[in-house]
């Protein structure tokens, strides 16, 4: 099967700890929440990480530098080593670095993550649109960034100075619910001057090329709760994913997920990397088995019968879902057999 058609989720006998070398993780919605560890993440990623598995933590989060990053996750109980972590700041840093010469100037619209990474690439931070900046970045400066950095931005962009963003995220999961992402911050700055930034942050190849480079994975396993940035970028580096449920993806975006977007494995959490995954078996006439359920597409729904484990109904809903859908996005109403599902 190609990988662009991705009918139905797949199953793998060994656990996926062991079927993968690296797991490049997301953070946010994945790991932590609010800056709380997710409830199974710790002692998940524990005994992957004692069963020979690489962690490599991947994020469009451009605020934090990969020491900060490193240092909050060991305290959460998940020891990490900078080394560890691959930002979003230093994917568009080396995009920056590979179009302007060394020592030149970046205007920082943005946290410290944006500006160690600049310098880790032999570029020079500043703060002004005056300061003769040869370029501007925009990444998540966190939510007391002042409304004054977005107009900086506009004045060095309006005048014809490259502009460079780490990610477009329009949301970030924090720990009272979902907030406004860089990508909201960064559309303040398109209205203003109707230009377009050059983006370095999932899923985007410039944020891949990084994790690869970084980390030396030979056969990765992207996790994230992303379906347009993780779920993406996985398709677009040509490697398989997981999706966990404990983020922004909710069972209606997954069903009506487009081919780009349709994640190789689904669990709930973490603990979803320490076994196999089920089986979605093609039951015939347009129907789909996993564990207990079978799922179909009627004419205007998608119907499920049986009993069992949510998430093997979820899986069977998803094949239903995606082979009536073909390369586009399914249509079918969904929601009654999704309550019935609980998800």
Not at 19 to 27: E, K, M, P, R, V
Not at 147 to 153: I, M, Q, S, V
Not at 332 to 343: N, T, Y
Request: net charge negative.
């Amino acid at each position: 099967m190609s990988r662009s058609v991705r009918t139905r989720p797949e199953g793998s006998g060994q656990a996926l700890s062991e079927a993968y070398d690296t797991a490049l993780l997301d953070l946010d919605g994945v790991v932590y929440a609010g800056g709380s560890a997710i409830a199974h993440a710790v002692e998940s990623l524990a005994a992957a990480r004692e069963g020979g598995m690489h962690l490599a933590y991947v994020t469009n989060n451009a605020l934090r530098t990969p020491d900060t990053v490193a240092a909050h996750l060991t305290e959460l109980g998940i020891p990490t080593g900078a080394e560890d972590v691959i930002t979003s700041a230093q994917a568009v840093a080396r995009l920056i670095s590979e179009q302007v010469p060394k020592g030149a100037r970046v205007l920082v619209i943005g946290g410290e993550g944006l500006r160690v990474a600049l310098r880790e690439r032999g570029l020079v931070p500043v703060e002004s649109a005056d300061d003769d900046p040869v370029a501007v970045v925009q990444g998540y400066g966190g939510p007391d960034l002042p409304w004054g950095r977005f107009a900086e931005a506009s004045y060095a962009v309006a005048r014809g100075v490259p502009w460079f963003a780490s990610n477009t995220d329009l949301t970030i999961p924090s720990g009272r619910g979902i907030a406004p992402g860089n990508g909201a911050a960064v559309e303040v700055v398109r209205i203003a001057t109707g230009a377009e930034p050059q983006v370095a942050g999932k899923p985007l190849p410039p944020m891949h090329r990084e994790t690869i480079l970084r980390t030396g994975a030979r056969r990765p396993l992207v996790v994230g709760d992303r379906l347009d940035t993780d779920i993406e970028g996985a398709f677009n580096g040509e490697v398989d994913s997981l999706l966990v449920l404990t983020g922004v993806t909710d069972g209606p975006q997954l069903l009506a997920a487009p081919p780009q977007h349709r994640p190789t494995y689904v669990d709930a959490d973490l603990r979803g990397m320490l076994g196999g995954q089920p089986e979605v078996v093609d039951a015939g006439e347009g129907a789909f088995r996993c564990g207990g359920w079978t799922a179909r597409s009627g004419a205007d729904r998608l119907e499920l019968g049986g009993e069992g484990e949510a998430l093997d109904g979820l899986r069977a809903l998803c094949a239903a879902a995606w082979t009536a859908a073909g390369e586009g996005v399914c249509e079918l109403d969904g929601g009654k057999a999704l309550a019935r599902l609980g998800i």
